[in-house]
């Protein structure tokens, strides 16, 4: 403080000094300042002083002019002084003629300007202000002081200029955008609000896209300074200018532009400007699936790509096939900005038709989605279902209908082979058997029973052959008797059981002889109603209830045999919901007699004294029979017709069959003795020695008779086979073990057995059956008229005769008739 008084006093000596020089030498001296003496001030206040306007900004440098030339150029500049209008003092000064090291001595009012301001001497000289101040504003004068001249004063009008404050960029929502980063929609509109606060003069605020200068409007008002409290007391007040713009439509060139607002009141300082960058999420401009085939094949793995570009942010890539999303089946990355997805995957029969979809999507802009399709031709095997007809009700269908079925096939290609299966078995077109294939169907025309079973259709193509589903098919029919096995005595469930007893003489033989006879049949529904009926030479009758049993479809019938008259034919019928047996099972029961005597007995010599006899058996009488040989009064008892006999001389030999009846008649054989073959036949007991010539002659006498007997035979068959009305075609038969000529004679005691029979005839499968031969039984019976004339009653048409004489033990044995049997003796 204290140096700058004396420096101020030390100029106001000077500046005297200088005053009172220049009055005396130079009354037209110009120059004022306040140190000089009133006379004086008038006499500068009486010269003109051009006034140079200057603008500063605030916080800017700012150069006020002062021109240091003299009027001849030549004057050497002593002092500037600079003065402040308001003030007396000076504010600045340069002191030029002290030099310290060639440079003029420099003084700043540390309340004005202090260190901010510098003068700088030269052609152009200039006091230069930094950080101009809103409190440098003002007229200011500069005076020249040269060393010979007179001092020379320049006025400066110093205005100062208040820029505005950096503008503050708001959207719609009132979010400084400076702040928050937002991408808008590609195609919205984009609304911007611009506040400017203070300035001075009143700046204006302008928009610009880029550089381009774009529309707007602005409103102004005065509104608190910034940086004041609401509850000061000297609150100070500013002006704020708002200004709004508007760019519609946003498009894929806005994406990353610059737009700015800009405030400015001068043009000595570059516009007051705040800048965002539009960000907006684009939509996907292309997707395309790459990979697409003309077919895929089911069950085989492919590959198929998808790109898409223009996104951003990039789009998400789906997979859809038909309406469904694939998840998690594809790999997914990004490149060179294109968004990539690789699928994998196996098609399968229901793809058929769909579409495979990959659909771009902007997660920003669900509206902006795209998408590229691609349809699938799936080749795959044979998908084949097979039904039956709509109309037909697979729990009721019996035989003589007709099904209908009908085998549904969906392949890729559509040209396929169809193959029709009854089991296992291939179903072929014959239309004589009623079996037809016409397109995709198969019609089976009155079925039988036969044609119960598994039904399946194959349908074959390139790509593979399926095999349908099974469809059951179970024809219901009535009651038909079932194959039975051979009949055998003493078994659990044998067809006789005959009480024989030990003894063979014929007076011994008991006769309350029980019989148990099972009737099973095939049937379906098995649920069978059952009745018996029997047949002897006197009458036709039901079997009451009491004597027989059933159980599904078998029936057991007890009967105990008590006189003759219970001996005959029994009939066992059957029924269901379909219908009642067409035939019955019938089982024979001839009435026992005794047995024929043996045939063709023939002895041999055996070695040393034994003797072997062999015979052929006759018809058992249809009881079971054994054999006895008497010899000496030795008796040989054998189940079959054939002993060994030890003999010392010539004896006579007597041998009978016996069942429970009683026994044949003998057949002797006198004088056995050891000697050459000898054969015995007949009844009588002869005994013959017959030479080779003999024999000879009477076999080729047989052979004639045979044949003049059987052209007779055949005759008297054609004569009997031409009836007077015609008569229904015979069905295929199985030829029974009778001889045909036993069965012609009419023997009683021969009962024809054949194997069981089936009245169907099957168009379809084969059948084998036969129509049994009327019972000689039963040609003379009479049945009642009653049950002539109901229609609904079973008929005793004959079916299978199990007969339940014994069989035969060997098959060499002839069965001969007695009348035959005479004719050889």
């Known amino acids: 403080m204290i ?160 820029p505005p404050l950096k503008p503050i960029i708001y959207d719609t929502k009132r979010r400084d955008m400076s702040k928050h980063l937002e991408a808008y929609p590609e195609g919205a509109d984009l609304g911007l609000i611009c506040e400017v606060h203070g300035g001075r003069p009143k700046p204006r605020v302008s928009w610009y896209l880029g550089s381009q200068l774009i529309n707007s409007t602005f409103e102004q008002k005065l509104v608190k300074s910034p940086g004041t409290s609401m509850d000061s007391p000297h609150e100070q007040s500013s002006t704020m200018i708002t200004s709004r713009v508007t760019i519609r439509n946003l498009k894929r060139s806005h994406h990353h532009a610059k737009l700015s607002c800009r405030a400015s009141n001068t043009q000595l300082s570059a516009p007051q400007t705040t800048t965002v960058v539009i960000e907006l999420n684009l939509k996907p401009l292309k997707v395309e699936i790459i990979g697409k085939e003309k077919y895929v094949s089911a069950s085989k793995k492919n590959r198929v790509e998808c790109r898409s570009s223009g996104s951003k942010p990039p789009a998400m890539l789906q997979w859809y096939k038909g309406s469904k999303q694939l998840v998690n089946s594809s790999r997914d ?160 469930d044998a067809y006789v059981l005959a009480n024989v007893t030990e003894e063979l003489q014929p007076q011994n033989v008991s006769r309350h002889e029980i019989i148990n006879l099972m009737c099973e049949v095939e049937a379906s529904p098995s649920s069978v109603t059952f009745h018996w009926t029997f047949n002897n030479s006197h009458e036709l009758k039901d079997v009451p209830e009491s004597r027989y049993t059933s159980d599904q479809t078998v029936s057991r019938l007890s009967q105990r045999l008590k006189s003759d008259e219970d001996y005959g034919t029994f009939g066992c019928w059957a029924s269901n919901v379909v219908g009642h047996s067409k035939q019955p099972c019938l089982y024979h029961l001839p009435t026992p007699v005794n047995p024929l005597p043996l045939q063709n007995c023939t002895a041999h010599n055996q070695s040393g004294t034994w003797i072997r006899i062999s015979c052929v058996e006759g018809f058992d009488g249809g009881l079971p029979q054994k054999f006895v040989a008497v010899a000496d009064e030795q008796r040989f008892e054998s189940s079959s017709p054939y002993w060994e006999i030890e003999i010392h001389k010539p004896t006579t030999v007597s041998l009978y069959a016996v069942n429970a009846k009683g026994s044949s008649e003998p057949i002797i054989m006198e004088g056995i003795a050891f000697k050459d073959m000898a054969k015995f036949t007949g009844e009588t007991g002869i005994s013959l020695d017959i030479s080779p010539i003999l024999i000879g002659l009477g076999g080729t006498a047989t052979g004639l008779g045979l044949i003049v007997t059987g052209v007779l035979m055949a005759l008297w068959r054609k004569h009997a086979a031409s009836p007077s009305k015609p008569k229904p075609p015979q069905q295929p038969s199985i030829a029974t073990f009778a001889v045909k000529g036993e069965e012609e004679d009419g023997n009683p005691d021969l009962i024809p057995t054949t194997a069981l029979t089936n009245n169907y005839t099957d168009r379809k499968l084969s059948v084998y059956g036969s129509l049994p031969r009327r019972s000689h039984y039963a040609e003379d019976q009479q049945l009642p008229q009653s049950i002539i004339q109901d229609m609904d009653y079973p008929r005793a048409a004959p079916n299978t005769y199990y007969s339940l004489q014994r069989p035969s033990r060997y098959t060499e044995t002839i069965v001969r008739h007695t009348t035959v049997q005479e004719s050889c003796i």
């Not at 700088?120 to 005076?143: F, M, P, S, T």
């Open 333 to 492: 990355f990004q490149k060179d900005g294109e968004s990539i997805s690789i699928l994998e995957w196996v098609p399968d029969t229901e793809d058929e038709g769909k579409y495979l979809t990959c659909r771009a999507e902007n997660r920003h802009l669900p509206d902006a989605t795209i998408e590229d399709k691609w349809k699938l031709n799936v080749l795959f095997a044979p998908i084949v279902l097979l039904k039956i007809g709509s109309s037909f009700d697979l729990e009721n269908i019996k035989e003589g209908d007709d099904v209908y079925f009908e085998c549904n096939v969906r392949s890729n290609p559509t040209n396929f082979k169809l193959t029709w299966y009854h089991g296992n078995k291939e179903v072929r077109h014959n239309a004589s058997a009623g079996v037809l294939l016409s397109d995709q169907s198969l019609v089976l025309q009155g079925i039988t029973r036969e044609a119960s079973g598994n039904y399946s259709c194959l349908a074959a193509t390139t790509e593979g052959r399926n095999r349908s589903n099974i469809i059951y098919l179970h024809v219901m029919y009535a009651p038909i008797c079932k194959q039975l096995s051979p009949i055998s005595l003493n078994e659990a």
């Open 3 to 162: 140096s700058t008084s004396i420096t101020l006093i030390c100029v106001g000596l000077l500046t005297l000094a200088d005053g009172q020089r220049g009055k005396s030498n130079n009354s037209n001296s110009s120059g004022n300042n306040n140190f000089d003496s009133e006379p004086m001030q008038k006499t500068e206040t009486d010269i003109p002083i051009s006034i140079i306007p200057v603008q500063g900004v605030v916080g800017q440098t700012a150069y006020l002019p002062c021109d240091t030339h003299s009027r001849d150029n030549s004057d050497v500049v002593t002092m500037v002084l600079w003065f402040k209008e308001s003030t007396a003092e000076p504010v600045y000064s340069y002191d030029a003629r002290i030099q310290h090291r060639g440079k003029a001595k420099l003084w700043s009012a540390e309340n004005v300007w202090g260190n901010r301001a510098t003068f700088r001497a030269g052609d152009k000289a200039h006091l230069v202000i930094q950080n101009v101040q809103e409190g440098d504003a003002g007229v200011y004068r500069c005076r020249v002081d040269f060393r010979d001249s007179q001092t020379k004063n320049v006025k400066v009008n110093f205005t100062i200029i208040v």
